[in-house]
């Protein structure tokens, strides 16, 4: 089984930048896809973007396209999320995930991180 901590939330402003770091360990970790997910309160929890253990291509939703990054670092077990131009309606808790990808160019997640919470004020 893999274990997922996240690091890195926090409080910022409009236009601002913020990296989270997810450690990953246990389990086969090059079998899955690394990626990370967001949720706000009453809302079901929303794909932000995903990368494989190889690297290349990156996959992302729309409403962050051209604002975020994701990158892996095989050496230390890492998946990060550069974050830049944030709005406050990136405002959420974000959860590293491992999973697969789909057809519709997105990730199934299998295993979740316990959150951390990016607040982005106006």
């Known amino acids: 089984q893999v274990q997922l901590v996240e690091s890195g939330g926090g409080l910022v402003q409009t236009g601002d930048s913020l990296r989270l770091s997810c450690a990953a360990s246990?389990?086969?970790?090059?079998?899955?896809?690394m990626g990370w997910f967001r949720q706000t309160p009453g809302k079901a929890r929303e794909f932000v973007a995903a990368s494989r253990w190889s690297g290349g291509r990156a996959y992302y939703a729309d409403s962050v396209k051209g604002r975020f990054t994701v990158s892996v670092d095989n050496a230390k077990n890492m998946v990060s999320l550069q974050m830049n131009s944030l709005k406050p309606e990136d405002t959420a808790v974000y959860y590293c995930?491992?999973?697969?990808?789909?057809?519709?160019?997105?990730?199934?997640?299998?295993?979740w991180g316990q959150g951390t919470q990016v607040t982005v004020s106006s």
């Open positions: 995930a491992a999973g697969v990808i789909t057809t519709a160019q997105t990730m199934r997640p299998l295993e």
């Open positions: 246990g389990g086969t970790l090059s079998s899955y896809v």
